[in-house]
């Protein structure tokens, strides 16, 4: 079974609009993380936000806020307020505290933002 | 001040030749990894390393073979290139303290095997 799942390949958004990529992922670990990473056209990998299986909140960081559905195990990202410069493609990852050395990726999402 | 580094940044080479991508990093990780996202952008694990121990040695052709001399460097040399060894080479290194602690990559390394 796949650990993560993004079922979005591509995604169009309105310039200033808020738009959700999701992710939902399979674990039987208690203890883990999920991450969010945006890769732009420029190709690096750029860390965007991180949300603890333990969290209670839902991170946020910036324009980007994480909606964490743990009994659904779901981690979808939110991008508000979009920006041409969210045009990129997004990728969702899990760490789980058995497995520290491995990181788990999702398929990617990209997303293009509309002027 | 770069956290991770590679070299080279592009590479452009004959089938069959032997090539070598280095990696380094400054973060003080006790982790670093080799991925390779091919055309479609799929991300793919290859090898791990944890304080110089191969952790993570995925299904990959034994052309390509990884060394770390140390826990800042962990290279990844190819022999025989084939026309499918074309890709994205990504490392990435990580700290083993907790499901908290990311994984920070460098720029990338474009092969392309002609």
């Known amino acids: 079974a796949q650990k993560i799942t993004q079922t979005q390949p591509g995604m169009f958004v309105q310039e200033k609009e808020a738009v959700t990529l999701d992710c939902t992922y399979d674990t039987s670990d208690q203890s883990y993380g999920l991450f969010w990473y945006k890769q732009p056209s420029s190709g690096e990998m750029i860390f965007l936000i991180y949300?603890?299986?333990?969290?209670?909140q839902n991170a946020t960081e910036g324009r980007y806020s994480l909606n964490f559905q743990k009994a659904r195990k779901s981690a979808n990202l939110v991008i508000s307020a979009s920006q041409l410069g969210d045009s990129a493609m997004y990728f969702c990852a899990m760490r789980e505290v058995y497995t520290l050395n491995q990181f788990y990726f999702g398929t990617g999402t990209s997303l293009t933002v509309i002027p | 001040d770069t956290a991770v580094s590679q070299t080279p940044k592009y590479l452009v080479t004959q089938m069959g030749n032997d090539k070598s991508i280095k990696c380094e990093q400054n973060?003080?990780?006790?982790?670093m990894y080799w991925y390779k996202q091919d055309s479609k952008k799929f991300l793919k694990i290859m090898f791990s390393?944890?304080?110089?121990?191969?952790?993570i040695n995925e299904t990959v052709p034994n052309r390509f073979s990884p060394k770390s001399p140390d826990k800042a460097h962990l290279n990844l040399h190819i022999n025989s290139l084939e026309l499918g060894d074309s890709a994205v080479y990504f490392c990435?290194?990580?700290?083993?303290?907790?499901?908290?602690?990311?994984?920070?990559f460098g720029p990338g390394t474009r092969l392309l095997v002609l």
């Open positions: 973060l003080g990780h006790d982790t």
């Open positions: 949300q603890g299986s333990y969290d209670e």
């Open positions: 990435a290194s990580s700290s083993s303290g907790g499901d908290q602690e990311t994984q920070y």
């Open positions: 390393y944890n304080n110089k121990e191969l952790i």
